[in-house]
């Protein structure tokens, strides 16, 4: 059973810029294609960025690509997600999902797609 934590949710004015990090424990971290979703109040969980297995292929929102950036460290086992620029609009709480993956290449954008979640970071853009 893989437990994931998220880490490095706060309060940033609107144009700053936050860090968030996931670990994961429980299953051999680089079989793990991975991603980050988020729900504003009221609204659906959506997506934010996939990573495959190994870090070589990424995806992301159209709302959030040139200003956010997905990464991993395999032999930490850590994924992180830099986020620029951030708008009073992406106020929400970002989890971390993973789902075990055969195949390096592999992104998944969709929530169904993973099995595992973390608790979730709130991060909060004041305007």
């Known amino acids: 059973q893989v437990q994931i934590v998220e880490t490095g949710g706060g309060l940033v004015q609107t144009g700053g810029s936050l860090r968030l990090s996931c670990s994961a424990s429980g299953r051999t971290f680089s079989n793990l294609a991975m991603g980050w979703f988020r729900q504003a109040p009221g609204k659906e969980r959506e997506f934010v960025a996939g990573?495959?297995?190994?870090?070589?292929?990424?995806g992301y929102a159209a709302s959030v690509k040139g200003r956010f950036t997905i990464s991993r460290d395999n032999a930490k086992s850590t994924m992180n997600l830099q986020m620029n620029n951030l708008k009073p609009e992406e106020t929400a709480v970002y989890y971390c999902a993973a789902r075990d993956e055969r195949f390096t290449f592999i992104w998944y954008s969709r929530s169904d797609n993973y099995d595992t979640w973390g608790q979730g970071t709130q991060v909060t853009v004041s305007s």
């Open positions: 990573i495959d297995t190994i870090g070589s292929t990424t």
